[in-house]
Structures are given as C-alpha cells and as structure tokens.
C-alpha cells in the first residue's frame, strides 16, 4: 500500500531538501517570468490601464475631492494588486495544472502536494512584488504624489497583509482540486479584496480580523504617515501576524483536507 505524501507516515524530508525545493520553486518562477517577458509586461500594463480609468475617470467626475485622497487610493490600489497576486498564485495555477493533466507530478513528490502548492505560491508572491513595485513607481510618477517608502515597513507590512490572502488562495486551491471548474467563483472573491481594504474607513473593531483590512491600515499609516514598523504599537503587529498565521493555517489545513478528499474520492487527476 502506497503511503499517503501528506499524512504523518510519509518519511521525513530533511530540511536541505525544502532549502533545494524552495529555491527550485523561485527559480522556476523567475525564469518563466523572464522567459515570457510579453506575458509580464502585460499584466502591469493592464494594472496600469484600471489605474488610469481610475484616477482619470474619477479626477473628472469627483475632482479635487479625488485628490486629497489620492495616497490612500495608491496605496489601496498597491496593496490589492499584492492580493490578487497572492490569491490567484495558487487557485489559478492549480486549476491550469488540472486542465493540463499535470497534477499528478506534485502529489507523487516526496515532500507532499501541500508543501509545494504553498512554496509555488510564495515563490509567484516574490514576483507579483516586483510588479507591483514597478506599478507602485508608475502610479506615483503619473498623479506626482509622494509617499513614505521605508523598504522594510512596507515590505513586512505588506508581506504580513497578503499572508492571509494567501490563505484564502490555498484553501480556493483545495476546492479546485475537488470540484475542478471554479473559476468564476472564484475570480469573483477577487473583489472582495477591495471591501477588505477599504474596511479601516468604516472603524468598526471586528473588521481587523478579517483578512488585508489590519493591514490595509497599518500600510496607510505606513506609507501616508510615515510610520516606522518599530512605532507601531505591538498589539497592532501582533494582531496583524496574527491574522495572518490563522488565514494561513486554515487555508493550509483547508488545502490538505480537500486534496486528500479528492484522492479518496478518485477524482484527483480527472478533468
């Protein structure tokens, strides 16, 4: 009997193992960036284009109401597209891998399916900031705004926000390994990310649990104010990892459920 790669009999990998798979993952994930420049150019342009409709479309309408709020839409705008990268990291790249017959390769793999769907993730995570900070370069050229960019702040900040999203993504790769043809539903989560950051201007205390609006705060004050990741206080950065090490966990867990369900079941590598 062939042992289950994510349960607890699976022998243990050592850690050079994961240091070699993560590091194959990112490598992976930067060469088929670089190999299809077309492909990434594209998705900024077309972030930049929505950036445009928007603060265009918006300055003629609300005029100069519009521009005394323009850092909060930046850094909104910044902060969504990291979600959508860390989202769609894992929901969509699972559901081509189950179009293309491919599935099948990550299960049979010694570190267990869940594992290297969570590093592909982070690994495509890394990539989406490098195109959101050439976004973020572009939307402060054209409106010429100025911002507060402290690398570390914005980085772990930001890092720390989309943690959770990438929850979110893990457990929507669960479900795509199930039921298969999700996709709509899933690209319709997508815009709930703009209620979730935009929840800080409602001030209502149970929304810091919910995924990116805690962080959606803290990166405001961040970037608009100015503040320093050491001036936050500490129970708004331990309410922020802890928010996104539960999303994360949960998605995880969420992820190992579904995958092992779907091999039950017998319809792992079915399309």
């Known amino acids: 009997?062939?042992?289950?790669?994510?349960?607890?009999?699976?022998?243990?990998?050592?850690?050079?193992g994961y240091l070699a798979l993560s590091r194959a993952v990112l490598y992976r994930e930067l060469l088929v960036f670089v190999r299809y420049p077309a492909n990434a150019i594209g998705g900024i342009v077309v972030a930049l284009f929505f950036f445009g409709?928007?603060?265009?479309g918006g300055r003629m309408v609300a005029g100069r109401a519009l521009t005394d709020s323009i850092e909060g839409i930046i850094v909104g705008y910044?902060?969504?597209?990291?979600?959508?990268?860390?989202?769609?990291?894992?929901?969509?790249d699972i559901g081509s891998e189950v179009q293309w017959g491919t599935l099948e390769r990550h299960v049979m793999t010694p570190f267990g399916f869940a594992p290297v769907a969570l590093l592909k993730g982070i690994a495509k995570l890394v990539r989406t900031f490098l195109t959101s900070a050439v976004i973020l370069g572009v939307m402060l050229v054209v409106t010429g705004t100025t911002l507060s960019v402290h690398v570390l702040t914005v980085t772990v900040v930001a890092a720390l926000s989309v943690a959770s999203v990438l929850g979110c993504g893990l457990a929507a790769g669960g479900v795509t390994v199930l039921y298969k043809r999700v996709g709509n539903w899933l690209n319709l989560l997508q815009f709930g990310f703009i209620v979730l950051i935009s929840a800080p201007t409602f001030d209502l205390g149970w929304t810091r649990a919910l995924p990116l609006a805690h962080g959606s705060a803290l990166l405001q004050r961040a970037m608009v104010d100015g503040v320093?990741?050491?001036?936050?206080?500490?129970?708004?950065?331990?309410?922020?990892?802890?928010?996104?090490?539960?999303?994360?966990?949960l998605g995880y867990l969420v992820f190992r459920y579904t995958s092992r369900r779907a091999r039950r079941l017998g319809v792992l590598g079915d399309y």
């Open 1 to 16: 009997m062939t042992a289950d790669p994510d349960s607890s009999e699976t022998p243990p990998v050592r850690q050079a």
């Open 53 to 56: 409709v928007l603060f265009y």
């Open 78 to 92: 910044f902060l969504w597209t990291l979600a959508v990268g860390a989202y769609s990291s894992i929901s969509n």
């Open 228 to 249: 320093r990741l050491w001036e936050f206080p500490a129970a708004d950065l331990a309410i922020l990892v802890g928010v996104a090490v539960g999303y994360l966990v």
